[in-house]
């Protein structure tokens, strides 16, 4: 389950879009093109679902096995 993560979290930077690390940067994307690219915006959302998943199944095994800490997560 560890390295399964790590891939994951790790593959979430090599995206054609790009994830973000908080909603808010979405929110500004979403403001800033005023509807002009929102299959692009549907997507970045979609990421950042997927990597909010991510982290929390993270955490959660880490609570209970605090050895089997992965490496971290993404940042953007």
């Known amino acids: 389950m560890k390295e399964f993560l790590e891939r994951e979290l ?3 930077n090599r995206g ?3 994830n973000h690390k908080y909603r808010e940067d979405i929110e ?3 403001k800033d093109n005023k509807g002009s690219m929102d ?3 549907m997507q970045m959302a979609i ?3 997927y990597k909010i998943a991510l982290e929390n199944v993270q955490e959660e095994l880490e609570k209970q096995s605090p050895k089997t800490k992965v490496r971290g997560t993404i940042e953007i």
């Open 47 to 49: 990421n950042f679902g």
């Open 10 to 12: 790790f593959k979430m």
């Open 16 to 18: 054609i879009v790009a």
């Open 28 to 30: 500004a994307f979403d």
């Open 39 to 41: 299959i692009v915006l």
